[in-house]
């Protein structure tokens, strides 16, 4: 059993080559915590990250996406969704003038992003946008997305790592953030618990190698998407051209697995030219349904565990 401890806040952290302090402030006072390790996934504005001081390099905001649900008093006045010259426009409004509306822009990016989005905030970006004032009565489920996109250099400082949007932060396009954010965890896992019980760090130094380019490629591409989104003739004729692209069975494949990550194949330090192609990589569907699946999982196997003409 692991204990959650709520309304622990961390204030500040200390580490040597054995151990990592962290200060916490409780309801009942600050007291200190210490461990061999300490792992950040405490987001994108992760405390960890920068009390630990990793580098956090990468791009600017180049957009900005405002959607919330809303109940709008001239429903009328909302022209269809769609590619404008300086953004989008994004809805689905019931006859009432409930339902979701959003925007996507390409400057007015504000400087002080800190505050909730505002119906006034909104309005305004829908008249920016599509030329048209509108009337929001109710705002529910606020939300600003920027697609800044910045990666830690590394993932482990000494004792110090971390996983998830506290190691990257990207667009929210694709849906990307959650898997890449799970499967930091589920590498990380297993090579936490062998370095603890073998009382060493070695497991770990493949953490970084192993997770930092999968996350390098979803910042490539959600920037590749941001571009794609960008309003005028030239972006345009690319998103025709990759929308036709996308007709094409083998890119529409090669699309699917980029946005999945079972693309991913890691650099096993025992890994050679000439192994099997499932070697590295996630294990596939096994079962009744997936039987070539299985051969090939079980060629993969004999190969990588040393069976007769294997290692």
């Avoid at 060493?200 to 999968?214: I, K, M, Q, S």
């Amino acid at each position: 059993m692991v204990p959650v401890l709520r309304e622990h806040e961390l204030t500040a952290l200390d580490q040597d080559p054995d151990s990592v302090t962290a200060t916490v402030h409780t309801p009942t006072g600050q007291c200190r915590v210490t461990a061999g390790y300490l792992v950040g996934c405490d987001g994108g504005r992760s405390l960890v990250r920068k009390l630990a001081g990793f580098e956090f390099p990468g791009t600017e905001p180049f957009m900005i996406m405002r959607a919330a649900q809303v109940q709008l008093a001239d429903a009328d006045a909302v022209p269809p969704p769609g590619q404008r010259d300086s953004g989008s426009l994004m809805h689905s409004l019931d006859g009432s003038g409930a339902g979701i509306l959003g925007t996507t822009e390409f400057s007015a990016i504000p400087e002080d992003r800190g505050g909730p989005l505002t119906a006034e905030e909104l309005a305004a970006s829908v008249r920016r946008v599509a030329g048209v004032d509108v009337t929001i009565n109710a705002l529910r489920e606020p939300r600003r997305v920027l697609d800044h996109a910045r990666q830690a250099r590394r993932y482990q400082l000494g004792r110090v790592l971390l996983a998830g949007d506290a190691a990257h932060v990207h667009s929210p396009n694709g849906g990307q953030g959650l898997n890449l954010g799970l499967m930091d965890a589920v590498n990380l896992g297993w090579k936490l618990a062998a370095s603890v019980r073998r009382a060493d760090d070695g497991p770990l130094c493949g953490y970084t190698a192993e997770r930092h380019p999968v996350a390098a490629a979803v910042l490539r591409n959600t920037r590749a998407q941001s571009a794609l989104l960008s309003p005028g003739p030239h972006h345009q004729a690319l998103r025709d051209i990759v929308g036709e692209l996308m007709d094409i069975p083998e890119v529409n494949a090669y699309f699917a697995e980029l946005l999945n990550g079972l693309r991913t194949r890691y650099p096993l330090p025992y890994a050679k030219p000439g192994d099997h192609d499932l070697v590295g990589r996630h294990c596939p569907a096994c079962g009744p349904d997936h039987r070539p699946d299985l051969e090939q999982l079980s060629s993969a196997l004999r190969t990588w565990f040393g069976a007769p003409g294997g290692r």
